[in-house]
């Protein structure tokens, strides 16, 4: 299988050889960055008709986190064009943090388009350096399709934990491999190397939910559903959210933990 899976990428790989050689030699991701967005703008209007009511059941959770204040500290991670802004309840004070400068123009068109939301400031970052953002600083931190696409996403994990106050929510709506042993990931296992390319770094055979068992939150809730479309080789979702313990001491993340 592993023989027939290395075939094939270099078989896709012949296919695809200008855009290989433009990775290469640097032209591909300046590019790919300036394209990604306006990709992304069109795909979570599509996903989000999909997701609608699974989305509103999801962060409609948010509103119970508000405190006498009514406000609630809100951190996106990877918000991209602010697709999620209109399922947020009024009064989430929200914080946006991508590594791609050029979803900002999305992000302040999607905001006011949300005026139940004040929208704080946007983070050029990546999830796994969050240094600008202080511990304990957010009672909710979202994540949706974001995870497959970072280095390191259990180092995202700890950045998560770190800056949720105890107690604090994580919400999770993340694509994830395929079932082992199934032609469905062999496809995704040949077309990976290609793929990271064109969708701006994104792996198709993460175990994410592994990694969330394995981050130590005190509670974790998930569930799974099917691809949302057919003809990409994204495989199925996992949807839910995750709890910092009230206890958690952010000394232990930096021990490692």
């Not at 032609?183 to 993460?206: F, G, S, Y």
């Amino acid at each position: 299988m592993d023989a027939l899976v290395l075939f094939l990428q270099l078989l896709v790989l012949l296919l695809t050889l200008p855009l290989h050689l433009m990775a290469l030699l640097g032209f591909w991701d300046p590019l790919c960055k300036s394209f990604f967005p306006y990709l992304m703008a069109v795909l979570a209007a599509k996903s989000n008709r999909k997701m609608e009511s699974k989305k509103r059941e999801l962060f409609g959770q948010i509103k119970g986190l508000a405190g006498a204040s009514g406000k609630v500290a809100l951190l996106e991670l990877g918000s991209g064009t602010g697709a999620n802004f209109q399922f947020y309840p009024a009064g989430c004070r929200v914080t946006c943090l991508d590594p791609n400068p050029h979803f900002e123009k999305f992000l302040t068109k999607s905001m006011a388009e949300n005026r139940h939301l004040k929208y704080e400031r946007f983070v050029v970052a990546f999830g796994e350096d969050m240094k600008e953002l202080a511990d304990g600083s957010m009672d909710v931190v979202v994540s949706t399709l974001v995870l497959c696409s970072v280095q390191n996403p259990r180092r995202v994990l700890q950045e998560v934990k770190r800056v949720l106050r105890p107690g604090g929510l994580f919400f999770f709506w993340e694509h994830v491999a395929e079932p082992q042993g199934s032609w469905a990931l062999l496809w995704q296992q040949v077309l990976e190397p290609t793929w990271k390319h064109i969708a701006d770094r994104c792996c198709l055979t993460r175990e994410t939910g592994k990694d969330l068992e394995n981050a130590q939150f005190s509670e974790l809730q998930m569930e799974q559903h099917p691809p949302l479309f057919k003809w990409l080789p994204v495989g199925p979702h996992i949807m839910g959210k995750a709890v910092k313990s009230p206890t958690y001491q952010v000394s232990q993340l930096r021990r490692g933990a």
